[in-house]
């Protein structure tokens, strides 16, 4: 019976452009399961390429799904699966992925490389990616950030690309630090990152 | 010990016992559990409702069947009949996830459900369950098919389409053909594993042919009036990429086939291949028909869209043999469907209102070595219909090296899921 009167609800919800929030919804663990077959478990990416979500904040995680939603923030197939989902759920999602423990990824790095990052990265990021990335804290701006230690290699190296060549939006304060950046550096970094446990 | 009992004397009074022994129902394989669901196929359906079951309810007790004691799995085989990939890389065990979830994992065949006694029968002893799930893949309608058999034709028309010995058979038949030869592809109607599969497949035979074998062609003879899948992107990809190689025939349905001369019919034309890549129709799985779970259309298997339990009462079927309304059968919605299984059956069981489903379902194909794309789709429950959210999913404007890429990490991640 209570099924029912759900999918009529859902039925409404459906026909109409923007899914509405819902009465009834699936619940946290119903929505964000579903990431885990490209994200992993609970968010534990094996990666390569597809990042490691459980453990990143709720604000960040909806932030994110909010940018691939409007077309703010570039991606292959996150946009098309954003569109899908009520804005608060977002807030459901992330909720319940900042909730699980941020698994960092166990990868080959370049040492050297790693050196250089940990050195500028000590200049020009620590100051929001705290803790050498482990934490997030923009005391300024007061938006959400990610944790960039342990997060996969691969990924980190799109994900810089897509800095570099604007097609990602800075937030406030990280342009000044990008544009401070010597060729290599952005490599560099990455390697640092990934190679933090 | 009484269950077996019961049911003897059940059968006794001869009920429905789909050609049991009563020896074979006469021990336990594992002591009586009161609190057990019993998961049968341990794919990327069945695997994954193991591990949910008790990621969500420890105080379960799971058991998880499959007769392999490995799986190998049938995303990217198409890369390894391309020579891309090696098959070993698609192949799980069970070990890690046994160990960390505490499921049982038992090699063997199941040989029937006695749906009555509620127990699985394998060739070692039965095994009681208080619900059962069933993700037991799928079998061939070779029948529809003059000429054909399951046991030979295989042999010979190799269909690839569950991994292993046939995709090991069709990649060395291809790397064998003589130049200048013909591959002929039979697609056959939808509803069947992988809508995109087969065309992806076309695309890294080709990408593999125009390598080593730059003279020989491929002629696809599909069922369908049109490319089932992603057919605006696979039709630029071979026109960009394998024109003259690629021929493309829509609506032609094999009927027959000549094995001594690896000739098929499809009613107007007689057309031999040097190597023959027959898809035949499909349907649920052998235990799906002895479970007595298929439905009126003697093909798959129908089920509620919140809970996956079949016409018969206390089994739920997912994956490929079940009926998930506008869902593709993929691994992808495999591994959906066995979370949303987990988590609803767990619902009734503990007296909860079940949980409106919310399923993804993200189909990646390689059109050569690096390119693929994406189709995706986000699915919900609408009356009794799953159906596709039209809001989101879809396709990318192009195949392209980043989800290629992105492509192999989620395989990555299907395979650990389903193993870890
Ligand atoms: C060439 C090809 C490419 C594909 N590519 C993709 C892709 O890129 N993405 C995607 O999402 N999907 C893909 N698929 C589809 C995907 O492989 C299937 O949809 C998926 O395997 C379905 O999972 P399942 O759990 O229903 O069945 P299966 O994975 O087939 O698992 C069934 C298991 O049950 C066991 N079993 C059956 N009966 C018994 C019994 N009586 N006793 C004991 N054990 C039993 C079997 O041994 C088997 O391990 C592809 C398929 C093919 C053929």
Redesign the pocket.
Known sequence: MKTRSRCLLLAAALLSPGLPALAERPSPAMLSESCGACHGTRGASAGPATPIIGGQSAGYIAASLNAFRDGRRPSSVMGRLAKGFARDDYVLMGNFLAAQPFVAARQATDPALAARGRNVHEVLCERCHADRGRRFEDREAKAPGPILSGQWLQYLLITFNEFIAKERPFPAGMDEAFRQLKRGDAEALAHYYASRP | MSTSRRSFLRSAAGLALGGLSWRSRAENLLPRSERRVVV???????AIAAKYLRLHDPSVDVVL????TT?I??????RVIAGLRDLAENTVGYDELAARHQITVLP????AVDTAAKQVVTPGGAINYTRLVL????DFRYDEIDGADPARTPEIMPH????GEQTLLLRSQLAAMRSGGTVVMSIPLAPF??P??PY??VSLMAWYLKRTNPKSKIIVLDANPDIAAKARLFRAAWQQMYKGMVDYRPAQKVTRVILERRAVDTGAETIRGDVVNLIPPQKA???AFQAGVVGDDGKWCPVSQITFESRVPGIHV????CIAGAMP???????SQ?KVVALNMLAVMNGREPDAPAHV?????YVNDREAMSVAGLYRVLGDNTVFVPQAGGLPTSYTELEGIQ?ASW?NN?LREMSS
């Open positions: 049968v196929g341990g794919g990327f359906g069945g069947i499959d007769r392999k799986y799995a049938c995303p990217f085989t198409n063997t065949e199941v040989t993700s037991p893949g799928i690839a389409w569950q991994a594993r992988c995109p599969g992806e497949r799985a052998p235990l997912i994956g490929d043999s059968k993929s691994a992808f919605s495999a591994n066995g379902n993200v189909c990646y194909s492509a395989f299907m």
